[in-house]
């Protein structure tokens, strides 16, 4: 833990049924294992029928906002590829992005009322330094279910957070049901590989 | 929630008794707190974002918690247990505190005997809700001490105040919590719970608790007593605090707008207020007479400033603040410090919205598609099914409140008389409908329109997240119960008119429709099928289906249900055709409920 109260934020987004949620209080237990202060907030409700969702995860010695203010992110990991690009106001210039390709189109879209960016890689690897792109979904199907996804980008998250791998594999055997546990340890492997 | 997490926590809480330290939500620290305070009795109406207070709490050792039918009913249950002496907990969101304002206003005159504490769960910048009221109001219009906790650890703390005051001053107490607050997680250090001892007996006095005109006088006195008693008690209240850091520029606030604060401006002297109602006179003149320059952070109402502004204090509130929204940091930096430069990366053109939608294979997709087809005005009612309003489904034209579709849809019949003729709907899921939609159906059979109601049955409460209520025959706790029988019930408030079908039949729904729009005086259909997510359904999902590209016709009339697996891809073309695009389903989200294959004219999905 360095010395410091610099408070760390790290913003997770994507689509509503992708486990951020479920990502989000698992790197929460992780980060408090760890001996950090740490708040994390999001909005239930209507968010979770396919719309937006967003966890803002902020760790430090100690922290006041489960918020974090515009511009100071440090860290984004976008469930999916479009969700990437609508929370840029918020990163920090510096920040690490880790992105799954998934697409999943809004209705706008399938309507063709608006376009879909397909090109979003592209756009965040001109503007920032670290873009770390990966198959999360291809990747959790290896690990032996689709579903593990999120633990893939929890993977490739630690690769970037310090935080000992016996802390992370301990968070993530307490926290699914004994017969998922197997399934997704190797899920999260996959991710560290990534 | 799911019911696996709240039971392995549970479990943990009880059982490690060295675990002192643990992650929570605002909502898990006041289950948690109300149960460490000795509380044994809660009652509640699920609503975002307050539901999960209850299916925590009714998870600990020895509790008794319900499900109530609505907000009125759930704080008079709580009353009734208060009157005999518990400790009773009610919970609601901020706009069920107008449907259990009835009781609420005149239990303040009575006292509570035991006492009461009732939870309002504000949602600041509607996240799920059809209005942004600050329910701060309703303390000073009700004339009950109110407090708002900031975090997870203060939202623990303050539940047990709570109850600690509304037993001292003999007062039902408000909790406030936000949006924010409450699906927020912290960390929470635990404390071991009171013990617990049924003290319950019959307590008689009718002057106290008789509300006549000649005894509601006399308490009326009391209540004022109480205000003045409250007013001395907040000045020495610990959780009003002042930090004393910068003497040029403080901020007075209370709740999360505080750690919004602290976050961007550390070096600034505070005023955090933990009981918002009735304000510590003494204490804020302190706190401005130590302090140069004074911003009030607050969100929504200019609550704090008013009242503050009226004590003849100079402060600064709503000129630079927003009166919508909830604040973030971001928020109140740049109310203080104006015109910031910011540098931000932003994509080359706007980002479609992603709105929340019905979810692949939800039995009421089908029914807005079939109703469409009749061009009616259709009043539509709080739950899930109100997304449909949305383009492509378009399903319905108007929400007010709980319960106010059938009242609506009776009205708009009458005023319009023969022009609205088989054109009204009204459309109410299933929770909502036993909650608040009885009794307008009676007045509608008592007074005859021609609007047709359909109540959308699907088996639970699905939008707050599955939870039960008097038609699924199951209790909060878990108890089998007596489960109301929709079709006795409507038939019984003079319904004559009944027809139950399956919103996943498409044809036979379209149908029904028709049917009952063209009946005289009111109808009823039940549209019967179980929330897609609804586990004691016990839904096989079937195979996912699939689109041949050499059938489909890309008319798009499968993209019309707005079904999250199907999309349209531009650019595929066929030899002989005139389309200009095809039609795919994702087969990770497809459930194979089969309702586009219904609606495919041309057999091309299967």
Redesign the interface.
């Known amino acids: 833990m360095s010395d410091n109260n610099e408070?760390k934020s790290i913003l997770f987004a994507g689509?509503?049924g992708q486990g951020i949620l479920r990502a989000s209080?698992i790197i929460?237990?992780v980060i408090?294992e760890a001996g950090f202060?740490?708040?994390?907030?999001?909005?239930?409700?209507?968010?979770?029928?396919?719309?937006?969702v967003t966890s803002h995860v902020r760790y430090g010695k100690k922290?006041?906002?489960?918020?974090?203010?515009?511009?100071t992110i440090q860290t984004l990991v976008s469930f999916e590829k479009?969700?990437s690009?609508?929370y840029?106001?918020f990163?920090k210039?510096d920040a690490t992005i880790i992105v799954n390709k998934e697409e999943?189109?809004?209705?706008?879209?399938?309507?063709?009322?608006?376009?879909?960016?397909f090109d979003?890689i592209d756009?965040l690897k001109k503007?920032?330094s670290k873009v770390i792109s990966l198959n999360a979904?291809e990747l959790a199907q290896k690990a032996g279910n689709?579903k593990t996804a999120n633990v893939v980008l929890l993977g490739a998250l630690s690769n970037h957070m310090n935080i000992d791998q016996s802390i992370w594999q301990n968070v993530i055997k307490k926290s699914f049901?004994e017969k998922l546990v197997k399934i997704n340890l190797a899920a999260f492997q996959m991710g560290i590989n990534a | 929630m799911r019911d696996f997490e709240i039971t392995r926590k549970i479990q943990s809480l009880m059982m490690e008794v060295n675990l002192l330290k643990v992650l929570m939500s605002g909502n898990e620290a006041i289950a948690r707190g109300a149960y460490e305070a000795g509380v044994r009795f809660a009652a509640a109406y699920p609503g975002t974002p307050s539901t999960e207070i209850l299916e925590v709490f009714s998870k600990y050792d020895g509790v008794y918690a319900e499900w109530s039918t609505n907000e009125k009913v759930a704080v008079e249950v709580a009353i009734g247990a208060a009157l005999a002496g518990e400790k009773a907990m009610v919970v609601m969101k901020h706009v069920g505190v107008n449907v259990a304002a009835d009781p609420i206003f005149t239990v303040s005159y009575t006292g509570t005997n035991g006492a009461l504490v009732i939870i309002t769960a504000d949602d600041p910048s509607l996240y799920s809700s059809q209005n942004e009221q600050d329910n701060r109001n309703y303390a000073r219009f009700a004339k009950i001490p109110m407090l708002e906790p900031a975090d997870a650890q203060e939202a623990k703390e303050y539940i047990k105040l709570a109850f600690a005051i509304s037993e001292k001053f003999d007062t039902p107490v408000f909790l406030r919590s936000t949006t924010r607050v409450s699906h927020s997680k912290s960390v929470v250090t635990l404390d071991k719970p009171e013990k617990y001892e049924n003290k319950t007996c019959f307590t008689y006095d009718a002057e106290k608790y008789v509300m006549v005109p000649q005894n509601a006088r006399l308490r009326r006195v009391e209540v004022e007593k109480r205000q003045q008693a409250l007013k001395k008690f907040v000045e020495n209240f610990p959780e009003n605090r002042m930090e004393i850091n910068n003497q040029n520029a403080g901020i007075i606030t209370a709740g999360m707008p505080y750690n919004y604060s602290k976050e961007v401006f550390p070096d600034y002297s505070y005023l955090k207020l933990g009981i918002v109602y009735p304000l510590p006179e003494k204490l804020i003149r302190a706190f401005a007479s130590k302090v140069k320059k004074i911003y009030v952070v607050e969100e929504l109402d200019p609550f704090l400033e008013e009242q503050i502004k009226a004590m003849g204090i100079k402060v600064t509130g709503k000129e630079i603040f927003p009166y919508n929204n909830e604040f973030d940091p971001g928020v109140i930096r740049d109310s203080i410090e104006k015109n910031r430069q910011k540098a931000a990366v932003f994509y080359k053109e706007p980002l479609a919205p992603r709105p929340p939608n019905l979810c692949p294979g939800c039995p009421h997709r089908g029914l807005f598609y079939a109703l469409n087809k009749h061009k009616t005005y259709v009043h539509g009612d709080i739950g899930c099914y109100t997304l449909s309003y949305m383009k492509p489904l378009e399903g319905l034209h108007s929400c007010i409140c709980m319960g106010a579709s059938i009242g609506m849809a009776h009205g708009m019949s009458k005023a319009m008389k023969e022009k609205g003729k088989g054109k009204v709907v009204g459309i109410i899921g299933d929770s909502t409908f036993l909650h608040s939609g009885i009794t307008p159906l009676l007045d509608m059979a008592y007074n005859q329109s021609d609007a047709l109601i359909i109540i959308l049955d699907n088996s639970t409460t699905a939008m707050t997240g599955m939870q039960e209520h008097p038609g699924t025959g199951y209790t909060l706790m878990g108890k089998k119960t007596k489960k109301v029988n929709l079709k006795d019930l409507i038939s019984a408030l003079g319904i004559d008119n009944i027809k139950i079908i399956d919103p996943m039949d498409y044809k036979a729904a379209s149908s029904a429709i028709k049917e009952e729009l063209a009946n005289e005086g009111p109808s009823v259909i039940v549209a019967q099928s179980p929330c897609i997510l609804f586990k004691r359904a016990n839904i096989k999902p079937k195979p996912p289906l699939k689109v041949d590209p050499d059938k489909c016709e890309g008319c798009r009339a499968c993209i019309g249900l707005n079904c999250p697996p199907i999309s349209w891809k531009k650019g595929v073309t066929k030899k002989g055709s005139k389309r200009k695009g095809v039609s795919f389903i994702d087969e990770a989200l497809c459930n194979g409920c089969g309702l586009c294959a219904q609606v495919c004219k041309f057999g091309a999905i299967s």
Not at chain 1, 45 to 52: E, I, P, V
Not at chain 1, 104 to 117: E, K
């Open positions: 408070v689509v509503g209080d929460c237990e408090m202060d740490v708040k994390k907030s999001e909005v239930h409700g209507m968010a979770q029928r396919g719309g937006c922290v006041y906002s489960p918020l974090a203010e515009p511009g479009m969700e690009l609508r840029l106001g990163l210039k999943i189109y809004p209705p706008a879209v399938n309507m063709g009322d608006s376009p879909y960016p979003a756009f503007n920032y979904v689709i049901p």
